[in-house]
T-cell receptor, first 113, second 115 residues
Framework: GESVGLHLPTLSVQEGDNSIINCAYS??????FIWYKQESGKGPQFIID?????DKRQGQRVTVLLNKTVKHLSLQIAATQPGDSAVYFC????????????FGAGTRLAVHP | ETGVTQSPTHLIKTRGQQVTLRCSSQ?????VSWYQQALGQGPQFIFQ???????GRGNFPPRFSGLQFPNYSSELNVNALELDDSALYLC??????????????FGSGTRLTVV
């Protein structure tokens, strides 16, 4: 299928290790921050989001951390599996008006057995 | 419940031509947004349609236009195609434009190549 992230930074991890994917965002007035996973030939798939008044949120095997002071967002994936291999994008929803997504540059996660 | 479907999956057009891309929204959704994703980059917001009206637009020229139909499906039209229009075009549907909590459902996209 099509490769989404030919020239994206790549994070390589061993199966079973924890992964941390980082993102710097630009708009300090955003309401929500979202992590998406995009596999080759597919559209972005929602993983987890966090509201701007929170600094941590946990899901199943994933944790999102938000540091508004330095405008930094991270996604932690516990016990990374081969099925986690994909391109990961952070996105923000600016406050006010209609909800549009502003996507970051993306990181390719490669999980090795 | 069906997800978002886009057609065609791949398309090759010549510079200067016009193209129409189609999107069927997820059942129960009334809002459709379109995004352009160049190779190796994140998607960029083109515009959003809610109840058949455009209610938000990104930094794209007027030759990018759209429609939403009463059944909430949508079309993206691009006139006077340029080489830089080559990209994956993604459609996302939602209920009332609500994106938080996984509110957006994306289709698999249409890969447009302009030669």
């Amino acid at each position: 299928g099509e490769s989404v992230g030919l020239h994206l930074p790549t994070l390589s991890v061993q199966e079973g290790d924890n992964s941390i994917i980082n993102c710097a965002y630009s708009n300090s007035a955003s309401d929500y921050f979202i992590w998406y996973k995009q596999e080759s030939g597919k559209g972005p798939q929602f993983i987890i989001d966090i509201r701007s008044n929170m600094d941590k949120r946990q899901g199943q095997r994933v944790t999102v951390l938000l540091n508004k002071t330095v405008k930094h967002l991270s996604l932690q994936i516990a016990a990374t599996q081969p099925g986690d291999s994909a391109v990961y994008f952070c996105a923000e929803i600016p406050s006010g008006g209609y909800n549009k997504l502003i996507f970051g540059a993306g990181t390719r996660l490669a999980v090795h057995p | 419940e069906t997800g978002v479907t886009q057609s065609p999956t791949h398309l090759i057009k010549t510079r200067g031509q016009q193209v129409t891309l189609r999107c069927s929204s997820q059942s129960g959704h009334n809002t459709v947004s379109w995004y352009q994703q160049a190779l190796g980059q994140g998607p960029q917001f083109i515009f959003q349609y809610y109840r058949e009206e455009e209610n938000g637009r990104g930094n794209f020229p007027p030759r990018f236009s759209g429609l939403q139909f009463p059944n909430y499906s949508s079309e993206l039209n691009v006139n006077a195609l340029e080489l830089d229009d080559s990209a994956l075009y993604l459609c996302a549907s939602s209920l009332n434009g609500r994106g938080q909590g996984g509110g957006y459902t994306f289709g698999s996209g249409t890969r447009l190549t302009v030669v």
